[in-house]
């Protein structure tokens, strides 16, 4: 979850100029405890704050700076937001992230290459110093038009973080760990590969947003893409906006979690220093609504067979593996033999007949994405086609629900033998096409 916070919640503004008083900045019910329930109840693991956005003000009393929570008003000056939130978050067991704009409005600094880098730098050390593990540190090459001639030196930032904190993940539109998706509507590409290749990348080029979105096959890093979007039109909590429809957040939920992607999504505090109520109830709305759709597996009642099996029927490698509660180091295998042939899997009812709408399908993943092309099929039929699955991919019928006794998954072309670690069949009550087409 991505909290926006700052002197834009109290402008109800976007982008703040770096003139704003810090005076203005004063969350007088600020509760990174409601912030942490919030998420926690929403099944969310990961949170990552804005401790500076491109107005420049910081979230942390800064040695570096005096345009921080040290000059406003809210606690007389001696709060942190950045220390409440990273203590809320580990009392709960949740991973705490942070982002650390690099454009900055205000700081005069910001223009002269060597000068400006060393000031960020040294706030970048204070964060990973000063507040424990931090999970993701969040980069990006957002500026305006009319914004100085600036060199970051990301290379030298990427190297202090890894130093300081070697488990962490950084990402950016290059990684190295984590990618950006290439938007911020929550959407992935229906072709989504988590490899890529990083010298093809660098940060703040528009012109690889498609090669983000889609990753590639042939790329030599593995850079899992992230999907941020905001629950509400923008990223700042504003008094005239409400959060998404739960139809438009189970969308984003499909074309990023069901396309191989992280979701981060974005629930901006207001200016109590709350996450407003009608947040909090689409949240939980959200984790209902896939709690009741994804809870049910109804393959888990049929009985599985597939073309071929690795290391014959006590190898281990068998079709049953599909339907185990481990959905990464388990897994079906075809007989390596059969490597450039069809393979598929197949559930069949063993009492009564099948009625879905969604189909799950994942890959163990630890041994690479693999699937290039597959296809489903319910009594013969094909119902849903689709090129890469990777961690997850969630096919929402187009033809809406299906009845039928025997699903069938078939894997028409992957690189090298395909190794699936899970199969679900769920029906989803919220989902109804409008044209009834299936492909």
Not at 330 to 357: K, Q, S
Request: glycine share 10%; with cysteine.
């Amino acid at each position: 979850m991505f909290l926006h916070f700052g002197v834009n919640t109290f402008t109800d503004s976007e982008r703040g100029t770096g003139h704003e008083d810090p005076a203005i900045f004063d969350p007088v019910g600020l509760d990174a405890n409601q912030w942490v329930s919030a998420a926690v109840d929403a099944g969310i693991s990961l949170m990552i704050l804005t401790a500076k956005h491109h107005d420049g003000f910081c979230l942390w009393p800064s040695k570096y700076t005096d345009h921080s929570v040290e000059s406003s008003h809210w606690k007389g000056g001696k709060g942190d937001v950045v220390r409440e939130f990273v203590d809320a978050a580990k009392a709960r067991g949740v991973d705490a992230g942070l982002y650390l704009s690099p454009w900055d409005r205000h700081e005069p600094r910001y223009g002269h290459n060597l000068e400006y880098n060393e000031y960020y730098l040294a706030q970048l050390q204070e964060l990973l110093t000063k507040y424990g593990s931090v999970r993701e540190i969040w980069f990006d090459g957002a500026k305006g038009s009319d914004a100085p001639n600036m060199s970051y030196y990301f290379t030298d930032w990427f190297s202090m973080v890894k130093e300081l904190q070697s488990s962490i993940n950084i990402f950016s539109d290059a990684g190295p760990d984590v990618r950006w998706v290439g938007n911020e509507n929550g959407f992935a590409g229906t072709t989504c590969w988590a490899t890529i290749n990083r010298t093809a990348l660098s940060i703040g080029n528009a012109s690889i947003v498609g090669y983000l979105n889609t990753g590639d096959p042939r790329g030599t890093d593995y850079l899992p893409p992230e999907c941020d979007v905001s629950i509400r039109k923008g990223w700042f909590w504003h008094k005239s906006q409400s959060p998404k429809k739960l139809s438009k957040l189970l969308e984003i939920y499909y074309g990023s979690v069901g396309r191989n992607c992280v979701l981060l999504l974005n629930v901006p505090p207001n200016t109590t220093g709350l996450i407003s109520e009608t947040d909090v109830h689409r949240l939980k709305e959200l984790r209902n609504a896939l709690d009741t759709i994804f809870s049910v597996n109804l393959a888990e009642k049929c009985s599985v067979k597939a073309s071929s099996r690795r290391g014959g029927k006590d190898g281990g490698f068998g079709p049953e593996n599909v339907l185990d509660s481990d959905h990464l180091w388990t897994y079906w295998a075809p007989r390596d033999e059969d490597d450039g042939e069809d393979h598929w899997i197949e559930m069949r009812a063993t009492d009564g007949v099948l009625r879905f709408n969604v189909v799950r399908i994942q890959e163990a993943v630890g041994l690479g994405q693999r699937i290039k092309r597959h296809e489903i099929y319910v009594d013969g039929k094909m119902i849903a086609q689709g090129t890469t699955v990777g961690h997850k991919r969630l096919h929402r019928l187009k033809g809406g629900v299906v009845h039928g006794s025997v699903a069938r998954v078939r894997i028409t072309e992957s690189k090298g033998l395909p190794l699936i670690s899970s199969i679900g069949l769920h029906f989803d009550p919220f989902w109804q096409p409008k044209d009834g087409n299936w492909l």
